[in-house]
């Protein structure tokens, strides 16, 4: 019947809702374990929602800011503006941790030690502020020992996983470093120890008359400091002096510390992060695919002997994940997934669709050139089409960066020649010129499209420099009071500002 058709479709709305979270947490490497009821589903879009998670950075952000404004303070505020601050972050954390708790299992969310972090964290931060304004009201003086738990915040909410990630790689780092700092440290100390043989009882003193080398603590800081090659004179010279023999002993002691336990460390820690960063990223592949067969056994429908997803349901699926796209986007998506046009996409093309979506399509409308409309017999001529293929070659622009090259050599020379000033307006009109031949070759939209930020940059700094250019000439041409040759010196250093900037951004835009 009509109510048993209407479940059924709500059940498949359900369904698709779901499939569309699943797919949206392999696309954005999320691993939360939320509950999939109708309900849950929907709170766990809206804690996703970029709102929320933007909102979240902010009230973050305020909280660790808050230390600038607290006593002792950078720029003092009032006590009560601080707590309220305070109080207010506090309130949007314990908020964000509750919506959590409402998506995700009840064992889950308590065997989850981040949130237990958060919220201890919200509790010590409340007790230490209700025990700091206490003691405030007594004029007594004490110190906000909270502040330090406030990184947790950064640290442990679900949108910080990246962080965690980097923590995570570094904590299973640690222990193949031990072993080679371990290493160094004694070889740290047996050298320390040999300094102390050879040095300690020569009654050697330093530049400042202090004793040399006669304490072995002391002797063990001072060859910790000469691996870093901080004070490395300093810490060998009294010894030198002496005899220069015993530069050997600093010689041996910076090749072995310095540089072979130096370089031994750094291919250790590189190696082992990459290691473990390979399976950070080995473990993201997983889940990521898991995520997405989970979608689609939400989605599949039997097709002969294989299951498959309908395109119908895909271009559904899609809208849900990625409604922002266009629909071109969309139709090229589905010719990548069903390359066969067969009506719909097999098990390996679906589990595909998550690095699809992360795959950044620019979509290009090849537009004809104005001039090509208003006359098109000149634009297409013979003439025409030469000159379009000299500015689109290779040869053009590297004609340019000779002419940007002299025109740097021309900027260091003395800018009271006449032949300088000439020189300026030279390269100003081959300057428009390059411009001019540009929009020529290319549509004018497409030139100056939103992207192009060289060739916005290219274009107003020419007309900044030329009218700069014009102005200081007209000021020097006219009459010479004391206050346009002010101007004029003032129009000179813009225009010989902008030539500079001009050069710099010829060379990077090159």
């Known amino acids: 019947g009509p109510g048993h058709r209407q479940a059924a479709e709500t059940q498949r709305s359900d369904e698709l809702l779901l499939a569309a979270a699943f797919v949206s ?84 969310f308590w065997k989850d ?3 237990i972090c958060i919220m201890v964290a919200i509790l010590l931060s409340l007790t230490d502020l209700a025990i700091y304004g206490a003691l405030r009201i007594y004029n007594i003086k004490s110190v906000r020992w909270s502040r330090i738990v406030r990184p947790i915040f950064l640290v442990n909410f679900a949108e910080s996983r990246q962080i965690r990630r980097a923590f995570r790689s570094i904590r299973n780092t640690l222990p193949e470093i031990t072993y080679v700092f ?19 009882e020569r009654n050697l003193q330093t530049a400042e008359g202090l004793p040399y080398f006669r304490d072995y603590l002391e002797i063990v800081f001072d060859l910790y400091v000469l691996v870093t090659t ?13 005899s220069s023999w015993y530069a050997l002993f600093f010689i041996a002691f910076v090749i072995v510390n310095t540089y072979i336990f130096m370089s031994l460390f750094l291919a250790v820690v590189y190696n082992n992060y990459k290691k473990h960063l390979k399976n950070e990223i080995r473990t993201l592949a997983y889940m ?54 067969k009506g719909f996409i097999d098990k390996k093309s679906f589990v595909q669709l998550a690095d699809l979506l992360n795959i950044q399509v620019i979509t ?48 260091a ?52 420099a030329l009218t700069a250019t014009i102005l200081n000439t007209t000021l020097k041409s006219s009459k010479c009071s004391l206050s346009s040759l002010h101007a004029s010196g003032r129009l000179g250093g813009f225009e010989l500002s902008f030539a500079i900037i001009l050069v710099l951004g010829g060379f990077l835009a090159g």
């Open 182 to 200: 371990l290493l160094f440290m004694f070889s740290l100390l047996m050298f320390s120890l040999m300094a102390l043989k050879l040095f300690g």
């Open 25 to 108: 947490d392999a696309q954005y490497n999320r691993n939360i374990p939320f509950k999939t009821s109708p309900e849950a589903v929907r709170l766990y879009y809206l804690y996703n929602h970029w709102f929320m998670r933007t909102a979240t950075y902010i009230f973050i952000f305020l909280n660790l800011s808050l230390a600038v404004f607290e006593e002792p303070a950078v720029y003092p505020l009032p006590f009560l503006a601080t707590s309220l601050v305070e109080v207010l972050c506090l309130l949007v954390f314990f908020g964000r941790l509750m919506h959590f708790a409402k998506i995700t299992r009840r064992n889950v």
């Open 364 to 411: 290009l409308k090849i537009r004809s050139h104005p001039l090509g409309q208003w006359m098109p017999r000149v634009y297409k001529s013979a003439v025409s089409q030469f000159l379009r293929s000299v500015v689109r070659h290779r040869g053009f622009v590297w004609t340019y960066d000779v002419i940007i090259l002299i025109n740097a050599i021309f900027i």
């Open 413 to 464: 020379l003395d800018e009271e020649s006449p032949y300088i000033s000439y020189a300026e307006w030279v390269f100003l009109a081959l300057y428009i010129i390059e411009i001019l031949l540009k929009v020529y070759t290319y549509e004018p939209r497409a030139f100056f499209g939103k992207n192009q930020f060289w060739n916005w940059f290219d274009t107003l700094i020419i007309f900044a």
């Open 288 to 341: 990521k695919r898991r995520k997405m067969i989970e979608a689609f056994n939400l989605l599949k429908e039997e097709e002969g002997t294989q299951f498959v997803v309908r395109e119908a349901q895909w271009k559904q699926l899609v809208k849900l994940v990625a409604p922002d796209i266009s629909n071109s986007h969309r139709e090229l998506l589905l010719r990548i997934s069903d390359d066969e046009q």
């Open 113 to 115: 030690t981040k949130n």
């Open 230 to 242: 901080a004070n490395s004179p300093d810490v060998m010279m009294p010894a030198f002096d002496f």
